[in-house]
């Protein structure tokens, strides 16, 4: 493979993953705010209302460790892993 291309692979790969991170990070605020939603509801036991939040804060917690990966998977880019698994 040619340098060049080379580069423009691996900025598809960078792409590709950061868009892969951001929409699990936009689902996962949606989840967040739905369960906040629920626990908006009038008359809603206490303990349903922990279990809500506690879901909430959940998911919204999950965009820490999706982050942390993405910087694991450029790593993994910039070091040619996948082109090297690709020759076998």
Known sequence: MKPG????????????AVVGVTA???LQ???????????CIP?????LWYIFAGFAVFCAAMIIPG???LKGRFRE???G?????SQY
Do not use: Q
């Open 24 to 26: 699990f990070a936009v």
């Open 43 to 47: 008359d809603l036991p206490r303990w």
């Open 67 to 69: 982050a942390l990966l």
């Open 77 to 79: 880019i910039e070091g």
């Open 29 to 39: 605020l949606f989840c967040t705010a739905s369960f906040m939603g629920l626990c």
């Open 81 to 85: 892993e996948l082109d090297e698994a």
């Open 5 to 16: 291309n080379i580069e423009d692979r691996k900025r598809k790969l960078k792409k590709e």
